[in-house]
């Protein structure tokens, strides 16, 4: 069970775009509903959006319904987040995960990455 590798934060002007990228390193994640989870300084670590293990449904958190879009290349080893018209408060680290449910979106693996930062400015 490799760890994924989120890549593609950086400094952004609100209303700016971000991409961010979770690859996979051993395997693919075709077996696997996968989330975006970010952590703000002070603050738990919140969920962001999921998608089903097929990519066929999407879900999302009421603060980035409308911004952000969720999803899968085609081959399994990459999970997008697409961040639109990013805000000040959207400021965080941001985390990939496999999740046991769709439902109450629980992290299925204990370890976490390194994640990727997203500031952005006001």
């Known amino acids: 069970q490799a760890q994924p590798v989120e890549s593609g934060g950086g400094l952004v002007q609100a209303g700016g775009s971000l991409n961010l990228s979770c690859a996979a390193t051993?395997?693919?994640?075709?077996?696997?509903?996968m989330a975006w989870f970010r952590q703000a300084p002070g603050k738990e670590r919140e969920f962001v959006a999921a998608i089903s293990p097929w990519g066929q449904d999407t879900y999302y958190a009421d603060s980035v319904t409308g911004r952000f879009a969720i999803s899968k290349d085609v081959a399994h080893t990459e999970v997008i987040l697409q961040m639109n018209n990013l805000q000040p408060e959207d400021t965080a680290v941001y985390y990939c995960n496999a999740v046991a449910s769709l439902t109450t979106f629980a992290p299925l693996f204990d370890s976490w990455g390194q994640g990727t930062q997203v500031t952005v400015s006001a």
């Open positions: 051993g395997r693919t994640f075709n077996h696997y509903a």
